[in-house]
């Protein structure tokens, strides 16, 4: 990084030192991944078939082995940073065929556990946080739908939260409990003022 200060900050990045040295890994990143994810993450031997796999990769630069491959070398702040992180639809297709008995989906769940821990979260999970918080939905009911219902003989509301409001507040709870909604509220006033 010295070597090239004082570039434009798009230079820097191309410039950037692209060798791995032994002080980038940190061993407690796949302690960290291995406790959340409950798999056997270090038993990776880079078949690839995860990524041959991968409903993603074909339309992306994203690529679960090399998620798997940051995990065993402790490479947390490659893996967390990267935005490709949040392209695994978690179709498990990589965990039913992986031959090791891997599930590399769980990685991927536990390394934006992580990611969130840092504040790196695309918004719209951060919008779901709220969706749920208010309603106890993620995907709430509106007026089209009440319309709709209404013609097919249904209820306006289902018989969920929206139709007994009360249990919101055990919902609230939960989320309170691990302090989700105000992190959300925090990372999108942030983000969008
Ligand atoms: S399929 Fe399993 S062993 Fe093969 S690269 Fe993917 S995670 Fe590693
Ligand atoms: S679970 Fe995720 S990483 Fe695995 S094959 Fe599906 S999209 Fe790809």
């Not at 291995?34 to 630069?61: E, K, L, N």
């Not at 498990?92 to 590399?104: A, V």
């Not at 709220?130 to 995907?139: D, E, P």
Request: hydrophobic share 30%.
């Amino acid at each position: 990084m010295a070597r090239t200060k004082g570039y434009p900050e798009a230079l820097e990045k191309k410039l950037r030192d692209q060798r791995y040295y032994r002080e980038d890994s940190d061993p407690e990143f796949l302690k960290k991944v291995r406790g959340i994810s409950r798999t056997v993450a270090h038993m990776c031997y880079q078949c690839g078939t995860c990524t041959g796999s991968c409903p993603s990769a074909p339309r992306s630069t994203y690529r679960i082995r090399k998620f798997m491959r940051r995990a065993v070398l402790g490479l947390e702040n490659e893996a967390l940073t990267d935005p490709d992180l949040w392209l695994c639809t978690t179709c498990y297709s990589c965990s039913d065929r992986c031959p090791r008995d891997i599930l590399p989906t769980d990685v991927i769940m536990a390394m934006r556990n992580l990611a969130f821990k840092r504040d790196i979260v695309p918004v719209n999970f951060l919008k779901t946080v709220q969706a749920i918080y208010s309603s106890g939905h993620g995907v709430p009911n509106n007026d089209v739908n009440r319309a709709a219902r209404e013609r097919l003989g249904l209820t306006r509301d289902p018989p969920t939260t929206h139709m007994y409001p009360e249990y919101i507040k055990g919902i609230q709870k939960i989320l309170d409990h691990y302090k989700l909604k105000a992190n959300a509220d925090r990372i999108v006033k942030e983000r969008e003022g």
